[in-house]
């Protein structure tokens, strides 16, 4: 069965601070990838999709970057976190088919993320 | 634009009751899949039930069903006899077809509270 990891949980890191977010998929070949950010009470908004190795898309300019070294592996980072990086990370995967359009995404648990 | 709306920051109902979640989106691509996923306190986002653009039926899956109204561009969520359970956030979410790279996009939320 298809499962997806994502880890850490939650994390506090002082502004200015690197950081990287990971997000494994298993169970599945060749999947496409995405993190959204949920600022707190707010709707989920698309930072970046990868629609295989080395693919990214990035949806909204900022402080974040991401990457995909292998096919089920998705990373979020920083150099130099700001304040305005604070919220609820959640990495998602979705498989497409040929005119399908109910594959809907599989979330993983989410990372909440505090810059102090 | 927005593509999705929800109108209702918060609901109330009480336990056994039905509830009605409204959504309206916005598009000009004839084929598209509405979505709608359950986030409780803990963060992950559960997929409750989808809507294809073409589906002559409203979709069911268990307690939740979409009334699907085409010509209005809504898809409300309706959830019947509520559960103390249900308590959570509730996202609608649409994906284009025709319109570059199927990325879901999420509405705000509608934070549902049940009562005993």
């Known amino acids: 069965s298809q499962t997806i990891h994502q880890w850490p949980a939650t994390l506090v890191q002082p502004v200015g601070s690197p950081l990287s977010l990971e997000c494994t998929v298993e169970g599945t070949s060749n999947p496409n990838l995405y993190w959204y950010r949920q600022a707190a009470g707010r709707g989920l908004q698309l930072l970046f999709y990868s629609v295989g190795i080395g693919q990214i898309s990035s949806e909204v300019p900022q402080n974040l970057s991401a990457s995909r070294p292998q096919d089920r592996q998705f990373i979020l980072s920083s150099k130099k976190l700001l304040l305005s990086d604070s919220g609820f990370y959640l990495c998602?995967?979705?498989?497409?088919?040929?005119?399908?359009?109910?594959?809907?995404?599989?979330f993983g648990s989410g990372t909440r993320l505090t810059v102090v | 634009a927005q593509k999705i709306t929800q109108t209702q920051p918060g609901m109330f109902v009480q336990e056994k009751e039905a509830v009605t979640l409204d959504c309206t989106y916005d598009?000009?691509?004839?084929?598209?899949?509405l979505f709608w996923y359950k986030q409780p306190s803990s963060g992950e986002m559960i997929f409750l039930i989808y809507q294809g653009s073409y589906d002559q039926q409203n979709a069911t899956e268990g307690r939740y069903s979409l009334n699907f109204q085409k010509a209005r561009k809504s898809a409300n969520l309706v959830i019947s006899a509520s559960q103390l359970g249900d308590s959570a956030m509730y996202f609608c979410a649409m994906r284009e077809v025709n319109t570059g790279f199927q990325k879901l996009v999420f509405g705000t939320g509608t934070r549902l509270l049940v009562s005993p």
């Open positions: 598009t000009s691509d004839p084929s598209y899949g």
């Open positions: 998602a995967w979705s498989v497409e088919e040929a005119g399908g359009l109910d594959d809907g995404y599989t």
